[in-house]
């Protein structure tokens, strides 16, 4: 009998820090951390970045099958219930002597790498109705990786019509161990619309902060106005990327394209303690 894990598009983007890869690389090593943080040998499997494996899941989150070995379906349900599962395989292949309790494992869990301060910089108070829209990274060959990654969201009726308000979000990705330097000076963006679309502010930049370093989101809130839903808006983000090993600090330009079309892929960002706490300290370069 063979267990697999299915890494999918994450379902809540910013849970440990931790936000939605760009490319099969990033997924590879969110597999990579997951097996550090979790201890587990249970062997990972990757779905694809176009999602073909979520889709045929019915997109859901926390899924379970049960495979036979003519690669039939012997049990599927769309949320993991493990008591349910115990079941399956004691109907499909038969009970075992003794079951393994949760502490009886051991496993060698590790926690999240430490950084810089958390909880400098207030996050946005979001619009109702705000769900992810779909981002588009522009990704040169031979480029710089995302140290720091777009979300954009978008309310009910940017959606709809192409005009209403829109989340602008840059977060670190703790993959690559980075931090802001706020002595090197903050993130900056600028928002391009189509002929006949606006977007205020069409540009903007992080805060001025006392402290030398952090690790918060730079978020902004902007209103849209498109002629229609089609439309999409191009995103250029400058920032200096600084790694918590203190070995290197550049500046970064990247671009984006924003589509007003909802995320099927994404999840909302879910806010909490594990997003506010204040790590280990590092200084900044």
Same mark, same amino acid.
């Given at each position: ?79 993991? &219930?493990?008591? =349910?599962?115990?079941?399956?395989? #004691?109907? /499909? !292949? ?5 079951? *393994? ?108 902060? &006392?402290?030398? =370093?952090?690790?918060?989101?730079? #978020?902004? /809130? !902007? ?5 229609? *839903? ?56």
């Amino acid at each position: 009998m063979d267990f697999y894990y299915v890494y999918k598009p994450l379902a809540h983007p910013e849970y440990n820090n931790y936000v939605t890869p760009f490319t099969l690389e990033e997924r590879l090593m969110h597999v990579a951390e997951s097996k550090r943080r979790l201890g587990s040998s249970i062997t990972w499997l990757a779905d694809l970045m176009d999602n073909p494996w979520h889709e045929a899941m019915g997109r859901t989150p926390n899924s379970e099958l049960v495979i036979d070995p003519e690669g039939r379906v012997a049990a599927r349900r769309t949320w993991s &219930d493990p008591e =349910a599962l115990r079941a399956d395989l #004691e109907r /499909l !292949v038969g009970p075992v002597e003794k079951r *393994t309790r949760i502490e009886d494992l051991d496993l060698p869990t590790q926690p999240p790498p430490p950084t810089v301060a958390k909880g400098v910089v207030p996050r946005v108070e979001m619009p109702p109705t705000m769900v992810g829209i779909e981002v588009e990274p522009i990704i040169e060959e031979g480029g710089v990786p995302f140290y720091v990654k777009l979300r954009a969201e978008g309310d009910e009726s940017l959606r709809t019509t192409g005009t209403g308000r829109m989340y602008v979000g840059f977060h670190l990705d703790p993959l690559y161990r980075v931090h802001w330097n706020n002595e090197a000076g903050p993130v900056k963006f600028s928002l391009t619309a189509p002929s006949g679309g606006i977007v205020t502010p069409a540009d903007g930049q992080g805060p001025e902060l &006392d402290v030398p =370093a952090d690790a918060d989101p730079r #978020e902004f /809130l !902007v209103n849209v106005a498109l002629s229609d *839903t089609t439309q999409s808006l191009n995103l250029d983000v400058f920032y200096f990327a600084c790694d918590d090993a203190l070995t290197f600090c550049i500046p970064v330009n990247q671009s984006y394209q924003i589509h007003l079309q909802r995320d099927n892929h994404g999840r909302t960002i879910r806010t909490g303690a594990d997003n506010v706490s204040t790590a280990g300290r590092i200084p900044p370069i």
